[in-house]
Nanobody, 126 residues
Framework: QVQLVESGGGLVPTGGSLRLSCQAS????????MAWFRQGPGKEREFVAA????????AYADSVKGRFTMSRDSAKNTVYLQMNGLKPDDTAVYYC???????????????????WGRGTQVTVSS
């Protein structure tokens, strides 16, 4: 069973930056898909970014494209989410997720991921 622990959240002003980290308890290189989701106050959990089975290409939600960058360091069993140009709408709990069996067409569906971290709070002040 993979355990995921997020860190790096905090309070930043509009336009600020944060880098989130997700440490996995075991090797999560291929075939694991790693992803970031978020859940804002009063909102449903939504897709942010994902790297399908450690292939090079990373998918992003339109709302974060050009501002957020996901990367993974397989040697450290860690994935990162660099967030620049933060906006108040980015305020949410950010979750790391992993799964070894999902298919590419399910990349953006939170229900398809078996493993989740507890989340880290990101608050962007206006």
């Amino acid at each position: 069973q993979v355990q995921l622990v997020e860190s790096g959240g905090g309070l930043v002003p509009t336009g600020g930056s944060l880098r989130l980290s997700c440490q996995a308890s075991e090797r999560t290189s291929s075939p694991y898909t790693m992803a970031w989701f978020r859940q804002g106050p009063g909102k449903e959990r939504e897709f942010v970014a994902a790297n399908f089975r450690n292939y090079g290409r990373i998918a992003y939600a339109d709302s974060v494209k050009g501002r957020f960058t996901m990367s993974r360091d397989s040697a450290k069993n860690t994935v990162y989410l660099q967030m620049n140009g933060l906006k108040p709408d980015d305020t949410a709990v950010y979750y790391c997720a992993a799964d070894s069996r999902l298919i590419a067409s399910s990349l953006r569906l939170s229900s398809e991921y078996d493993y989740w971290g507890r989340g880290t709070q990101v608050t962007v002040s206006s």
